[in-house]
């Protein structure tokens, strides 16, 4: 059964003008870039080749872009040089609602010896930014706040808070991770220090990531080794991956203004037609803000997880919550930080499109998901006690 694939938040299709880009450099040009010889010469060309087209997508200069092994990497980088760059001060800040690359590396941090402030959000996932601005301190060494939430999709004042951090001189890193290829980023525009990417969410492969380092920023490696990347990340280069993000770039820039019409006209029928159709459905997040693939919806009184193996008997693929918590039943970190109630957090899942999805699809998934909702329902005592609903 070809898979009904709407976990596009949790990872992507290579697609295949990326594969055949990639595919000579495991056959043919394998040399290793940092070598003498021109077979190696050659690759390191392509790869600087790739840099300028990743840097093209964000509006930066080559120079600017570090290649990394993924987006967790390139977070985990971009928060460590801030701190290493600026040992006088011990104070970091960033959100609630961040991806655990983020999340889990602050509150290590701040088991050693940093003070790190937890920006809350409301209720639709909306940044509280005069509590931000209030918490913002001479020791503030780094802020850290991400373009899109990887769960609802709702997006950050990206150019708000570069203009105010920019104003009292604190780092601004952007975990945007979910953002690239799916809404336009200029850097030059807006006044980031650094920004995280990850291909595998961009239909390059898994295993490749990429920091934007804007110039003159202060930096220290993460990875400590050899020169490569010009001493800011040590180890010989994922060269055919890095390829595949370079083709990637010019994918997903061909394809934007796709993903703001088409795809998110399928996101929204969907997300309309799911609502009409169950009782008790409510979409997470702020609607009038957010990613153009993304869609969280909770059907209230019943499991996620029972929802996604009910789906799986169809080949839909979704999340309840997000990728890197599902085998977990803990209601997701964002949605309890949004105080979204928990037998609504429960019941959540994540639908999240690519350009590879049709309205046949769509139309599928709204055939099929009522009666599993339904199903589902009428094995919920829950759901029987608080709306006197019987099967
Ligand atoms: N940041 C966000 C917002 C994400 O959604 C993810 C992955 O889901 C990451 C960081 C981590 O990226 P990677 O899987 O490439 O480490």
Redesign the pocket.
């Known amino acids: 059964m070809n898979p009904l694939y709407f976990d596009n938040?949790?990872?992507t299709r290579v697609a295949p003008e990326v594969l055949e880009a990639m595919l000579p450099y495991f056959t043919e040009y394998y040399g290793n870039p940092s070598s003498m010889h021109t077979f190696g010469g050659t690759v390191g060309r392509q790869i600087n080749d790739a840099r300028t087209k990743l840097a093209d997508l964000l509006g930066a200069s080559p120079e600017e872009i570090v290649f990394t092994?993924?987006?967790?990497?390139?977070?985990n980088t971009a928060i460590m040089a801030a701190l290493r760059s600026n040992p006088e001060k011990k104070h970091i800040i960033t959100s609630r609602v961040?991806?655990?690359?983020?999340k889990n590396l602050c509150e290590y941090l701040a088991k050693t010896g940093y003070r790190v402030t937890f920006v809350p959000v409301d209720h639709k996932g909306r940044l509280d930014m005069e509590y931000l601005i209030r918490h913002l301190t001479d020791d503030t060494a780094i802020a850290s706040f991400?373009?899109?939430?990887?769960e609802t999709g709702v997006i950050f004042p990206i150019d708000d808070l570069a203009g105010i951090l920019s104003e009292r001189g604190i780092i601004f890193h952007t975990?945007?991770?979910?953002a690239v290829g799916k809404v336009p980023i200029d850097v030059k525009k807006t006044r980031i220090d650094m920004l995280?990417l990850?291909?595998?969410?961009l239909h390059a492969p898994?295993?490749i990531?990429a920091l934007y380092v804007r110039k003159g920023t202060k930096f220290s490696p993460f990875l400590i080794g050899g020169h490569q990347e010009k001493g800011r990340r040590g180890g010989t280069e994922n060269v055919a991956s890095i390829i595949g993000l370079g083709r990637a770039s010019d994918f997903v820039a061909a394809h934007m203004t796709e993903e703001n019409t088409r795809i998110k006209s399928l996101r929204d029928k969907l997300e309309t037609q799911l609502v009409q159709k169950i009782p008790n459905a409510l979409v997470n997040g702020d609607t009038d803000n957010r990613l153009p693939n993304t869609s969280s919806i909770a059907f209230e009184f019943v499991e996620g997880e029972s929802i996604l193996l009910m789906m799986n008997e169809f080949g839909i693929c979704a999340s309840s919550g997000?990728?890197?918590t599902s085998g977990s039943l803990e209601p997701s970190h964002v949605l309890r930080a949004m105080g979204v109630p928990f037998t609504a957090a429960h019941g959540t899942i994540r639908f999240s499109l690519s350009i590879y999805n049709t309205e046949p699809e769509i139309d599928l998934i709204v055939e099929k998901l009522p009666p599993i909702i339904a199903r589902l329902r009428t094995m919920s005592p829950f759901w029987k006690d608080t709306c006197g609903h019987t099967a």
């Open positions: 938040n949790a990872t092994s993924c987006g967790s990497e390139s977070d961040e991806h655990p690359a983020v991400m373009w899109a939430n990887n975990d945007a991770v979910q995280s990850s291909g595998h969410k898994k295993g990531g997000s990728a890197c």
